[in-house]
């Protein structure tokens, strides 16, 4: 079956501006995570989302990100007035429940010039 | 301080060397995740494991929960091992709970 997916695979924007990011987790899995991976820098974890329980916002950066989950399926992750610090690739997981291995997806590479 | 360490950050081999590649840990978990990481970016689940040894071909990873520490073995390495190697922990415990906790990785190159 289909793998994670992520749309757009990369997004160059400008300083200030907003932009959404989308995962479309496999089908089926009820946890799904957001990591960022800054140039040199390692994975971060950002939000994870697990079935219908409020999500575990405690990685995001800044009140300028946020993610929404909706029927438990596709996921976007915001971020609003971005900075230059906010270039990386953003990835998205999915696992069958909280406790199973997670599938990655390819990723979004941003860069916000 | 970072919950998870690894080493080597950096490790080259020959065609056909064993490789070890260590991970210690600070916080109470649920499962310690070994993920590949290729050029380009993708990155893939190797293993899951809460206690013991597990092993999938040349690929074997151990755990020891008393100690916090994890190991992953390559046996008979190949250039198409080259890759980074990533070890992250989930949590258990309170604010924990279902976050994964990464170390910074460790760069694998193999030589024919």
């Known amino acids: 079956g289909a793998g994670v997916s992520q749309s757009p695979s990369n997004k160059v924007t400008e300083k200030g501006k907003d932009v959404e990011l989308r995962c479309d987790p496999i089908?089926?899995?009820?946890?799904l995570y957001w990591y960022r991976q800054s140039l040199g820098q390692g994975l971060e974890f950002l939000i994870y989302f697990q079935g219908n329980s409020a999500p575990d916002k405690s990685g995001l950066p800044s009140d300028r990100f946020s993610a929404e989950r909706t029927g438990g399926s596709v996921s976007t992750l915001t971020i609003q007035r971005t900075q230059q610090e906010d270039s990386a690739v953003y990835l998205c997981?999915?696992?069958?429940?909280?406790?199973?291995?997670?599938?990655f997806g390819p990723g979004t590479r941003l860069t916000v010039l | 301080k970072n919950e998870v360490e690894q080493s080597p950050q950096n490790l080259t081999a020959q065609e056909g060397e064993f490789i070890t590649i260590n991970c210690s840990y600070s916080?109470?978990?649920?499962?310690l995740h070994w993920l590949q990481q290729h050029p380009g970016g993708g990155i893939v689940s190797l293993f899951m494991l809460s206690s013991g040894k597990k092993k999938h071909g040349r690929l074997i990873a151990t755990i020891n929960i008393q100690e916090k520490h994890s190991s992953l073995h390559i046996t008979a390495s190949h250039p198409r091992d080259s890759a980074v190697y990533i070890c992250a922990v989930m949590g258990r415990l309170g604010s924990t709970l279902g976050r994964l906790y990464f170390g910074r990785g460790t760069q694998l190159t193999v030589w024919p």
């Open positions: 997981a999915s696992s069958l429940g909280r406790d199973d291995t997670q599938y």
């Open positions: 089908s089926g899995h009820t946890a």
């Open positions: 916080v109470g978990i649920s499962a």
